[in-house]
Nanobody
Framework: QVQLVEAGGDLVQAGGSLRLSCASS????????MGWYRQAPGKQRELVAT???????NYADSVKGRFTISRDNAKNTVYLQMNTLKPEDTAVYYC?????????WGQGTQVTVSS
């Protein structure tokens, strides 16, 4: 079992920045992949960024160059630094962790970007 708790969502103006955090109840060094997904109203949940146990990162094209995923193994926390935010980044952001073949999800944190 893995419990994930996100934090950092807020209301921000376009062009601003936010940093989301995801604290894991399990050592993240044991997790194969951790990631951030988002879901806007009326849309399907989509991948934002992932980071593997070895540190390999992957980003959605829409956030490349603006968002950065990172991990702090000592704190069992994964971060998503979001810069140059756009109104279309508005969504609930979810943290995800994969342990072997099982996926675990956090409760989500709301990010709202005003124009």
């Amino acid at each position: 079992q893995v419990q994930l708790v996100e934090a950092g969502g807020d209301l921000v103006q376009a062009g601003g920045s936010l940093r989301l955090s995801c604290a894991s109840s399990r050592s993240i060094s044991s997790l194969n992949v951790m990631g951030w997904y988002r879901q806007a109203p009326g849309k399907q949940r989509e991948l934002v960024a992932t980071i593997t146990k070895g540190g390999t990162t992957n980003y959605a094209d829409s956030v490349k160059g603006r968002f950065t995923i990172s991990r702090d193994n000592a704190k069992n926390t994964v971060y998503l630094q979001m810069n140059t935010l756009k109104p279309e980044d508005t969504a609930v952001y979810y943290c995800q962790a994969r342990l072997v073949i099982l996926d675990y999800w956090g409760q989500g944190t709301q990010v709202t970007v005003s124009s």
